[in-house]
Each structure stands twice: as C-alpha cells, then as structure tokens.
T-cell receptor
Framework: AQSVTQLGSHVSVSEGALVLLRCNYS??????LFWYVQYPNQGLQLLLK??????LVKGINGFEAEFKKSETSFHLTKPSAHMSDAAEYFC????????????FGKGTRLSVIA | KAGVTQTPRYLIKTRGQQVTLSCSPI?????VSWYQQTPGQGLQFLFE???????NKGNFPGRFSGRQFSNSRSEMNVSTLELGDSALYLC??????????????FGPGTRLTVT
C-alpha cells in the first residue's frame, strides 16, 4: 500500500528565506508524485507533479521539487518565501501504472513571517 | 475554461438526516473523485467515477454513496448523518484517459456541519 509522510506539521520561515517542505513516500510500484497547496476556505491547487523523466520538477509560483528514488523523497523548495506563500501544503502519491486514487500526506502548514 | 464547481458550499444538517452534494467537473473530464478532509484524518479518498461507473472505492461505510451522470456531473450522498461526518468534501476531476497522466483538479469543496 502506498503512503506519504510529511515531516513537520508546521513550518515557519521569514520572508525571503528558503522554503523546504519534506515529503517521503512509500510505494511498491513506480509512483506519480504531486504537491498541492490549499489556501483557507479553498480547494486544492496543483503546484507541480512528477511522472517520468527529469527528476527536478518546476511548478507554479517559483516552487520546485526533486524526485529522489534512492531516498524515496519528493521535497518541495522555493528559494525565497513570500507572504502569499502562507498556506497548507500537501504531498500526494498515486500508482504510475493506472488511474489509482491519490494518497495524501497529513499536510504542512507554512507560515511566513515579515 | 471553467473549473470544478461544487454546490452547495456550506451545509448544516442534523444527526440522522441525509445529504446530497453535487459536483460539476471541468468540461471534457470524465473522471470525478471525492475526498473527505477532516482535521484528524486529513484527506481521505471516498470514491471515483468514470463514465458513470464507480472505478475505485475508499474505505468508508455504505452510508456514503455516489453516482455519475451521462454529462459527467457527480453527486455524493451520505445517509444517517453522524457528528463525525462533519468535514470538507472535495471533488476532483481528471481526464484520466488511462494513458498515465493523472492530474486532478479540485473544486472549492462543500463544508458540511452535522449538529
């Protein structure tokens, strides 16, 4: 069975500082990996996804993530945090082989301090 | 292109009642998935419909059911509501053509409160 672990339920960074949100997954088959962001009282917005090919994936709003198979990780980074980045971030995995449901991590709430 | 829409956005029900939530996917998307989001359990998959057929089902009791219409619109129903059913219910649509691309687009959700 697939699973996702997000280290740190709450991360706080200063405006302009590096953002690093950690995600480790467990999957018995090659995975699809996703990062979603959720703003208060809204649904989930896709930031980026990894399917195959290049292991460094660039997404929207300056975010990127690197797929490391040996570490079973898919950490999300952004070089310089902006106040508007404050939100909840979810890492998710699904099986590469077919249309299987997304399995989400518990989420990491990002706070950005001025 | 319009995004995923969900109605209603907010709902208050009493224990024992039933509720129906609606989801209209992005035009051209044939797959609709439903997720429940709670502070304690996080995001959990309920079920997925593709071309009017349930294709995947999560680990929820039979009180939770759904259906999909020929225009891909979907409804989910919860019968005999319990306090623990209070949650944000999210609908997601996808092309899900089977070629491997599985990008899901989420609606704003329906906030259900059971009193």
């Amino acid at each position: 069975a697939q699973s996702v672990t997000q280290l740190g339920s709450h991360v706080s960074v200063s405006e302009g500082a590096l953002v690093l949100l950690r995600c480790n997954y467990s999957s018995s088959v090659p995975p699809y990996l996703f990062w979603y962001v959720q703003y208060p009282n809204q649904g989930l917005q896709l930031l980026l996804k990894y399917t195959t090919g290049a292991t460094l994936v660039k997404g929207i709003n300056g975010f990127e993530a690197e797929f490391k198979k040996s570490e079973t990780s898919f950490h999300l980074t952004k070089p310089s945090a902006h106040m508007s980045d404050a939100a909840e971030y979810f890492c998710a995995v699904s099986e590469y082989s077919g249309n299987t449901p997304l399995v989400f991590g518990k989420g990491t709430r990002l706070s950005v301090i001025a | 292109k319009a995004g995923v829409t969900q109605t209603p956005r907010y709902l208050i029900k009493t224990r024992g009642q039933q509720v129906t939530l609606s989801c209209s996917p992005i035009s051209g998307h044939r797959s609709v998935s439903w997720y429940q989001q709670t502070p304690g359990q996080g995001l959990q998959f309920l079920f997925e419909y593709f071309s009017e057929t349930q294709r995947n089902k999560g680990n929820f009791p039979g009180r939770f059911s759904g259906r999909q219409f020929s225009n891909s619109r979907s409804e989910m129903n919860v019968s005999t509501l319990e306090l623990g059913d209070s949650a944000l219910y999210l609908c997601a649509s996808s092309l899900a053509t089977g070629t491997g691309s599985y990008e899901q687009y989420f609606g704003p959700g329906t906030r259900l409160t059971v009193t």
